[in-house]
Nanobody
Framework: VQLQASGGGLVQAGDSLRLSCAAS????????MGWFRQAPGKEREFVAV????????DYTDSVKGRFTISRDNGKNTVALQMNSLKPEDTAVYYC???????????????????WGQGTLVTVSS
């Protein structure tokens, strides 16, 4: 199983980025998919999650209204559209897959079974 995150980079505050996560070795339609991030010197934190059918999405408060998570089960990919980026969004972003029997999105990283390698997002002020 491999989750390949891409799309990170160096941008200025107010810019946008779109992260993508391509899965191989698993069928993401069977998984809740999440994005997490870890800033330098900080613990990893939840960012966004989407249910297997794409109907339910959840976000941490600090990104609500700016970030949008989406998925394309046919392409086995998940995306995170990030708008109005702020310096505090600077972090390594990870995608993760959670085999949830209920299909309900979960925020706890301990619930996730597979993790990508991360992609660095740097937002300058």
């Amino acid at each position: 199983v491999q989750l390949q995150a891409s799309g990170g980079g160096l941008v200025q505050a107010g810019d946008s980025l779109r992260l993508s996560c391509a899965a191989s070795g698993l069928t993401i339609s069977n998984y809740v998919m999440g994005w997490f991030r870890q800033a330098p010197g900080k613990e990893r934190e939840f960012v966004a999650v989407i249910s297997g059918n794409g109907v339910i999405a959840d976000y941490t408060d600090s990104v609500k209204g700016r970030f949008t998570i989406s998925r394309d089960n046919g392409k086995n990919t998940v995306a995170l559209q990030m708008n109005s980026l702020k310096p505090e969004d600077t972090a390594v972003y990870y995608c993760a897959a959670d085999w949830s029997f209920s299909g309900r999105p979960r925020r706890s990283d301990s619930s996730y079974d597979y993790w990508g390698q991360g992609t660095l997002v740097t937002v300058s002020s």
